[in-house]
């Protein structure tokens, strides 16, 4: 079969890998679509080579059929269409004794800290399986795992109908955030720099800024009556935007951190002491999430067209790692058949 390994340095080859059978309690699934998230670029750009242990193959926002089963698996058969929640917990430290377990204190990330789906066949413990509606498109399917995150982020939020959220960063989770957030019942606006982005989330029917041409914390001073916003969503992973983000919030307002800043980042804390704001850390989902997403993308909820601007074959990776580094692409899928 092929395969996908992350060399390092931003690059990959495409190897051949003699398929292993699936173990005891493991599904083997032959992976439809890969999506590459903002961590996979990370991890392309070197920045997790501390974690990654070259040569390595990467990738967790996917979905495929199931291909076998091993021994013991009752619950799944081949034919099935499935997606994978990548996260494998300890089960006995203390985050995971609180009931915390996606935020294990040991957790091993499916995809980054061992082998993901970037790759024909993919053995995976059926623990970690999540069905899929018989009828919804695999390459659509490959949104679930993002959406999920949106819906955990929006859930950490604490956010109820009829507030007013801003989400800064108009990428494909901060669309998604958006998205989540408006059927949750809030009303929604997109702090975005790119022209063609801020279009795409105009079509979705959202209100968007262009913070180099708008002061933000004056059009959401307007929009909220001069309240400031119950919730900002920071997404962008700009320190500029960390910085801002607070003149943001109304007082008792929620700051959630959803965007990876892989440096310290300044957080004016006087704004935090002065409205009483509360800083939220969202990482990750949950398995109610999931469900979440699988009923939104199913359901139409998420614009599957506009999110996935193309889909390339095993050996197009470095062409899309180097489409989304540029910002020349929303979500770029890799048809992991092809």
Known sequence: MKAAQYLGAESFRIADVEPAAPAAGEVRIAVAYTGICGTDLHVFHGHMDARVTTPAVIGHEMSGTVESVGDGVRDWAPGDRVT??????????PACLR???????????????????????????????????????????????????????????????????VVIGGGPIGVLIAV????????????E?????????????????DPR??????????????????????????????????????????VVV?????????????????KELTLIGARVY??????????????????????ITRIEPLAGIPDAFGALAAGRAMKILVDCQN
């Open 286 to 307: 949950e398995r109610a999430d999931f469900e979440t997403a699988i009923e939104m993308v199913a359901g139409g909820t998420v614009p599957a067209e506009l999110l």
């Open 180 to 191: 989540a957030a408006r059927h949750f019942g809030a009303d929604v606006v997109v702090l």
């Open 193 to 209: 720099l790119d022209a063609g982005r801020r279009a795409a989330v105009e079509g979705l029917g959202f209100a968007t800024v």
């Open 213 to 254: 041409a708008t002061d933000p914390a004056a059009w959401v001073g307007e929009w909220t009556g001069g309240a400031g916003a119950d919730v900002v969503f920071e997404v962008s992973g700009a320190a500029a935007a960390m910085l801002g983000a607070t003149d943001l919030a109304r007082v008792r307002g929620r």
């Open 99 to 165: 009931g915390h377990q996606h935020v294990c204190q040991k957790l091993n990330f499916i995809g980054i800290d061992s082998a993901g789906s970037l790759q024909q066949l993919w053995n995976v413990p059926e623990r970690f399986l999540v069905r899929l509606p018989a009828d919804l498109r695999l390459d659509h399917a490959a949104l679930v795992e993002p959406t999920a995150v949106a819906v955990h982020d929006v859930r950490r939020a604490g956010l109820v109908p009829g507030e007013k959220a």
């Open 84 to 93: 994978v929640m990548p996260l494998d917990w300890c089960g006995e430290c």
């Open 258 to 274: 959803v965007a990876i800043h892989p440096q310290p980042t300044p957080v004016n804390l006087h704004a935090m002491f002065w």
